[in-house]
């Protein structure tokens, strides 16, 4: 959920069930597919490969197809050859929206965002249309009851750009793309593993919902989500507590 959520909380309550775990799978082999592509096989030294397999451990995907997804990317086993491809546009009420894509038919990926954009009354942009409003950031998560002297002490020696303590207790950690793999090496050796670490897009202004809005332009952000293309969804969104809950 990332782009509109701090701290994204993922809940997934037999075929219901099958076909999410299906494009989770689907979402994490792509992950893992690009991290191995960019970088390099052994995730040591590729903090982005580190993470997907963490994320790929999670979903409980056997480690036999972790591996030959790696492999695969790697160049070592004949398989497709995905793109990113980033779509830009406005969902109702002025919301700029951003959505990465990883495809292996961008014919087809692009189809399908349009066809969401269209149905619930968004409009899709051009390439920078949106895009200037947001700018590339590092962010790491910690729970909750996390020392905020110990991550504030590792994360800015390690070159980040700030510490903020959430108002529910947890702590985010935010660094320039540049640095971003150095500040979660540092707090990895300090014993202070993030629940959440990634180099993602942040608004510099946001658009401020009601609650009716806000419920439209989060039904409109779950639909671009759940494309099985889709890798990220980022909005300028100000959406409301209350929306959430309806």
Known sequence: MAGHCKWPIIQHPK????????????RVNSQLTVAAREGVSDPDPNPRLRLAIQKANAANMPKDTIERTIKKAAGELEGVTYE??????????????????????????????????????????????????????????????????????????????????????????????EAFTDVVTAMEEGGLTPANSEVTMRASLEVELDVESGQKVLKFLDVLEDLDDAQAVYSNADIPDEAYQG
């Open 15 to 26: 075929k219901a069930v099958d076909a999410q775990r299906a494009k989770i799978f689907t």
């Open 84 to 177: 990113e491809i980033r779509y830009e546009g406005y969902a109702p009420n002025g919301v700029a929206v951003m959505i990465d894509t990883l495809t292996d038919n961008r014919n087809r990926t692009v189809a399908e965002v349009r066809h969401a954009f269209t149905k619930h009354g968004g409009n899709l942009g051009t390439d920078g249309s949106v895009a200037y409003l947001f700018s590339k950031i590092g962010v790491l998560n910690f729970p909750p009851g996390t020392s905020e002297d110990e991550v504030m002490e590792i994360a800015l020696e390690a070159g980040a750009d700030d510490v903020v303590m959430e108002d529910d207790g947890s702590i985010e950690v935010v660094t320039t793309p």
